[in-house]
């Protein structure tokens, strides 16, 4: 059964979803944006039954506990210190790592920069930070790909952009692909005061250099052939930052909200993954 538990730490108190027995392999679970944590809603289920103890938390600005007003409170070295802090606060030694979207950015840096505390490491859609600059620079497709970056960093004009007529510009992003009741779930939460400009504030304190160091745990990559944002020539090209064990998976037909959309397929794919890499 998924519970919702509060997870204290320096920052903040970070709200989160739960599912599994204390004491089963120790996974975490990142969302992406817009969403939250309950995007893993199947994925929690599925793995905390199957021997797993799941954290999927709401990330910094989605955790109204953790809600800094500043820009540069969102910065990617905030973010991992975030992931580290959690697994700190659940006495958790060593883990899994899974991220969507931002979530896998987030997960990328983190993967990198602890590999002594990343037991495995799987990112869902967006590729590797250094392949994905690198495409947005050099492959005319994906530079048209990410011209929301633009729109999403501008203050106070993307909030009115999204939020105006009922979310409208929310709703769209999910390109009617995941049920409605879960998009009308997103909606009121980011309808809330602060919150979307909190989750904006990713956007607008990112800097794509990615990791230095070369991603050395076992890495599952799955990527779908109907994303929107994320063309072929950033998720060939991610290989070439991961020294270790990686796995690449193309989801066929699928867009960008793989965990919601695909969710027995990805399930599958990550269960293969943690099956593969115990130690």
Known sequence: MIEAIEIP???G???ALACGDVGG???MLLHG???SAIEWEFQLRAL?????????PDQRGYSAGVRPTQVADYRLEELVGDVTAIADALGWQRFDLVGHDWG????WAAAAELPER??????????HPAAFLRAMTEDEDQAQRSQYFAL??????????????DGAGLRKIFEWKIPEERVDEYVHRFSQPDALTAALNWYRAMHLSGPTAPVTVPTLYVWSTDDTTVGSTAALATEKYVTGPYRFEMVEEVSHWIPEQAPEELTRLIMQHLLAHRS
């Not at 896998?104 to 997960?107: I, R």
């Not at 999403?152 to 007529?165: I, N, S, T, W």
């Open 118 to 127: 990343i037991r495995s490491f799987t990112a869902v859609s967006f590729p």
């Open 152 to 165: 999403l960093r501008k203050p106070r004009v993307a909030e009115r952009a999204l939020l105006m007529d």
């Open 104 to 107: 896998a950015y987030v997960g």
């Open 9 to 11: 730490t320096a920052a």
């Open 48 to 56: 905390g039954g199957g021997g797993c103890h799941v954290v999927a």
């Open 25 to 27: 392999r120790e996974v």
């Open 33 to 35: 944006f817009p969403e």
């Open 13 to 15: 108190t970070f709200d």
